[in-house]
């Protein structure tokens, strides 16, 4: 028996590959639009730009930046061999860009009404990872 085998019978954990490029560029001070100009595909950019959005009280825009990275993290998921559900766990860095954006499309989701969308990325943010619950 693995270290890493799961005993309760589900897939295993989806771990993201790393991609060092956006994350040293927003450490650094790069600006979030210029990153994710740079590297589209990068959820963490889009992350980024959807919570300062929203600190900046611009909700629908928070909205569409969290959006866009969902979508580049599910397309990244499955490339990773991710079947549409099983752990991704935050304590893998790579898969937190994709979470990021998971949570802040709830949370903006919740904020202009979208209920159903905001209940299921809830829903979504557990099976990924209980600690973020």
Same mark, same amino acid.
């Not at 790069?30 to 889009?46: M, N």
């Not at 990244?76 to 979470?99: D, I, Y």
């Given at each position: 028996?693995? /270290?890493?085998?799961?005993?309760?019978?589900?897939?295993? &954990?989806?771990?993201? &590959?790393?991609? &060092?490029?956006?994350?040293?560029?927003? $450490?650094?001070?790069? $600006? +979030?639009?210029?990153?994710? #100009? %740079?590297?589209?595909?990068? *959820? /963490?950019?889009? *992350?980024?730009?959807? $919570?300062?959005?929203? +600190?900046?009280? #611009?909700?629908?825009?928070? @909205? +569409?930046?969290? #959006?866009?990275? @969902?979508?580049?993290?599910? $397309?990244?998921?499955?490339?990773?061999?991710?079947?549409?559900?099983?752990?991704?766990?935050? !304590?893998?860095?790579?898969? %937190?860009?994709? /979470? %990021?954006?998971?949570?802040?499309?709830?949370?903006?989701? +919740?904020?202009?009404?979208?209920?159903?969308?905001?209940? #299921?990325? !809830?829903?979504?943010?557990?099976?990924?990872? &209980?600690?973020? *619950?």
């Amino acid at each position: 028996m693995s /270290l890493h085998e799961n005993l309760l019978g589900g897939p295993p &954990p989806t771990e993201l &590959p790393d991609d &060092p490029a956006p994350r040293t560029e927003l $450490d650094g001070g790069a $600006d +979030a639009y210029d990153v994710a #100009r %740079r590297h589209p595909t990068s *959820s /963490l950019a889009w *992350s980024v730009l959807a $919570d300062q959005a929203w +600190a900046e009280g #611009r909700v629908v825009e928070s @909205y +569409a930046f969290a #959006r866009v990275g @969902y979508h580049r993290g599910l $397309d990244a998921l499955r490339r990773s061999g991710w079947k549409g559900h099983g752990p991704v766990p935050w !304590a893998h860095e790579p898969n %937190r860009g994709f /979470l %990021r954006c998971l949570i802040a499309l709830q949370r903006a989701a +919740a904020a202009i009404g979208e209920d159903e969308e905001s209940e #299921r990325c !809830a829903a979504f943010i557990v099976n990924c990872d &209980p600690s973020l *619950s």
